[in-house]
């Protein structure tokens, strides 16, 4: 019965669709007759009811002692369905906020290194997407590039809001550049290794994670993730040895 088809949709359980089926067919009634015409226990048609009068889809009434339950107008059903969408809406939120924490306890290959392969600008914003969250969520407050003037302009546009989000969530960057141009932009330190040569590579490391960007034979930007707190440590311990000297 495609009636019933909804109701499931709502969410509502076999039991509870046949009850409140029964109850809409009878009108008023008890739990027996509703239990009766429903093949439910009387136990659980009650729990049902009393469910489902939460919900504003049945009431009760009280006649000579007698308690009875009765549907409300069908239309209530809308009501549960805005319910449900508030409900949603509410847990999305709550899953946005816990997404960067469950995905720093989310233990990809055991302590092996991991790694991961991005194309083309939609790839190039992920990978710096991940760049945010994983700081976000270790709590740490600095990482470290060494940037490339020859792929500076081309990630920036693949990601046009990065720096702004970065900023806004109190994350530093300290960046050893090769190649002329390039400045800073707020809560980043800058130092430059040569601004007569550029290099094809721009390096990212943070928290457990390296990053790399670069652009493959037909010339499109591709980029590389590797997780490893070993490897990513030795590349820290090289960078602040450079900026230390720069």
Avoid: C
Avoid at 126 to 148: F, I, P
Avoid at 185 to 204: A, F, N, V
């Amino acid at each position: 019965m495609p009636m019933l088809a909804v109701l499931k949709k709502l969410g509502l359980s076999d039991k509870e669709v046949a009850v409140y089926a029964a109850l809409l067919a009878l009108g008023s009634s008890s739990v027996r007759q509703i239990a009766d015409a429903a093949k439910v226990n009387r136990g659980t048609t009650y729990d049902i009811l009393k469910s489902l009068a939460a919900d504003g889809l049945v009431s009760q009434i009280s006649k000579d002692k007698k308690h009875f339950f009765a549907a409300e107008d069908p239309a209530r059903l809308k009501t549960l369905v805005s319910k449900q969408q508030n409900q949603l809406e509410e847990l999305s939120g709550e899953l946005k906020e816990k997404i960067p924490s469950l995905q720093s306890l989310y233990k990809r290959g055991g302590d092996k290194p991991v790694v991961r392969y991005f194309e083309g600008s939609r790839g190039i914003h992920a990978l710096l997407a991940d760049v945010l969250e994983v700081m976000v969520a270790s709590g740490k407050k600095l990482y470290y590039v060494y940037s490339s003037s020859a792929l500076r302009e081309e990630y920036r546009a693949a990601y046009p809001t990065f720096t702004e989000e970065r900023i806004a969530k109190k994350i530093k960057v300290n960046a050893i550049a090769m190649g002329p141009g390039g400045a800073t932009s707020g809560l980043d330190e800058r130092k430059w290794l040569t601004q007569d040569e550029t290099s094809p590579t721009y390096t990212l490391i943070y928290a457990g994670h390296m990053a790399h960007i670069a652009h493959d034979a037909a010339g499109q930007m591709v980029g590389v993730i590797i997780q490893n707190e070993a490897m990513y440590e030795t590349h820290k311990l090289i960078f602040e040895a450079l900026w230390k000297k720069l």
